[in-house]
């Protein structure tokens, strides 16, 4: 997949994402999807967040993700973490 797009993730949300990560396989489950401001980009300005488990954290880093036999490259920045996991966010703007 290439060109993400805010449609590709409109109506994922719950959905989990394996993850291609150093020391491993890790999942992500899409938390939340919101659209941004219009900025022009093709396929839209929009925000995802995601969640991982507490007692790992991935460092900001471009990772590959993988959901419904459809790869793509994205880069993620932890934002924070919980008891509940470890939230990590990516822009498209």
Known sequence: MT???WNDFSDKAGQTYDVEAP???YALVLSAAA???DSGRE???F???FTGPADQILPQATYRLSADGRAFDIFIVPIGRNEHGTRY???FY
């Open 23 to 25: 020391g491993g396989p």
């Open 43 to 45: 396929g839209g300005s």
């Open 35 to 37: 659209q941004l401001s």
């Open 89 to 91: 966010e990516a822009i």
């Open 3 to 5: 060109g993400l797009a």
């Open 47 to 49: 925000r995802l967040e």
